[in-house]
């Protein structure tokens, strides 16, 4: 990352050396262009599970979202669920075919610590470039019975909140997902 630009719409880029994109915050004019492109991404790609324009929408506006790029053209995205107090939830990440294996996915996560220090992180996936990012971060792999019940209620909750969630959840339930954890250790 170069610098940080601030735009006269008040949306904060962080420019890359390679297409002048970075971390965006979308500007108000620009949220619903970026939640419609976010919400497509949802609805297609076969390992995320689908999410609304106004869900997006409303994610965004309360800051839940990383986004990687701009508003014509979303490279990469990373959304936190709050499961319980100090517990958070990286879901929904994704990064463009064009950008994969340049960093960017693992520049989003770093993202996603740095704004939820003292935060626990669990990140579930079936990608093995997803789990090796997440070993190099500090993550370690975890049984879902080994995490509090308040946790697992709360994925419970976000996981069958919708019809079309349980339908994604039994499609996707034999790709072997594996949940990883960041713990804080307070000391």
């Not at 500090?138 to 349980?166: C, D, I, N, W």
Request: hydrophobic fraction near 35%; charge should be positive; include cysteine.
């Amino acid at each position: 990352m170069k610098e940080r630009n601030i735009s006269h719409d008040g949306a904060i880029e962080v420019i890359f050396d390679k297409d002048k994109t970075g971390f965006y915050c979308p500007s108000t004019k620009d949220v619903l262009s970026v939640s419609s492109q976010i919400s497509q991404i949802t609805k297609r790609e076969f390992l995320l599970s689908p999410q609304t324009e106004q869900e997006v929408k409303r994610d965004i506006k309360n800051g839940r979202y990383v986004i990687i790029g701009n508003s014509e053209k979303i490279i990469g995205f990373s959304k936190t669920n709050l499961l319980a107090p100090n517990w958070m939830e990286i879901s929904k990440s994704y990064v463009d075919p064009d950008y994969r294996r340049q960093g960017v996915y693992k520049q989003m996560k770093e993202e996603v610590i740095s704004r939820n220090l003292g935060a626990n992180l669990i990140s579930i996936t079936a990608s093995p470039a997803v789990e090796y990012v997440n070993k190099g971060l500090g993550f370690e792999r975890q049984k879902l019975h080994t995490l509090p019940m308040p946790v697992v209620k709360a994925l419970m909750k976000e996981y069958l909140s919708s019809f079309e969630k349980v339908i994604f959840q039994i499609k996707n339930s034999f790709v072997g997902k594996r949940i990883w954890v960041r713990k804080v250790y307070i000391k």
